[in-house]
C-alpha cells in the first residue's frame, strides 16, 4: 500500500520560512508528477507547485519567487521550501503525486494523497 506522510508545517510570523517534506512509501515503480496543493478555510484546494520526473516545475503567481518545489528521487521524497510568508499563505498543504506502482504482479497509475499539514502564518 503507498502512502504520502508529510511533515514540516507549522505557525510562522509573516516575513519567515518553513520546508515541508512528503515521503512516498510502499512498493513503488516511478514516480511521475509530484506536487503540492492548498486548501484555505471555505475556500477551493488550489495547486501551489507542481514538479515532474524531468524536474520541469510549475508555480501559482501568488508563491512565484518565494516558494521552491524540489525532489530527491532516492528517497522518493518532494519537498517545498516557502519563504517571506505572508498571511494569505495560512492554509491545509497537501501532497500529491502520480505513482505507478506495483500491484499483485502488474504495474499500475494511481494519485495519491498526503494526509495534509497546517501552515498557518500570523501577521
Known amino acids: 500500500q503507498v502512502q504520502l506522510v508529510e511533515s514540516g508545517g507549522g505557525l510562522v510570523q509573516a516575513g519567515g520560512s518553513l520546508r515541508l517534506s512528503c515521503a512516498a512509501s510502499?512498493?513503488?515503480?516511478?514516480?511521475?508528477?509530484m506536487g503540492w496543493y492548498r486548501q484555505a478555510p471555505g475556500k477551493k484546494r488550489e495547486s501551489v507547485a507542481v514538479?515532474?520526473?524531468?524536474?520541469?516545475?510549475n508555480y501559482a503567481d501568488s508563491v512565484k519567487g518565494r516558494f521552491t518545489i524540489s525532489r530527491d528521487n532516492a528517497k522518493n521524497t518532494v519537498y517545498l521550501q516557502m519563504n517571506s510568508l505572508k498571511p494569505e499563505d495560512t492554509a491545509v498543504y497537501y501532497c500529491n503525486a502520480d505513482i505507478t506502482e506495483w500491484y499483485y504482479g502488474s504495474r499500475r497509475a494511481r494519485d495519491y494523497w498526503g494526509q495534509g499539514t497546517q501552515v498557518t502564518v500570523s501577521s
Open positions: 510502499g512498493i513503488i515503480f516511478s514516480i511521475n508528477t
Open positions: 514538479i515532474t520526473s524531468g524536474d520541469s516545475t
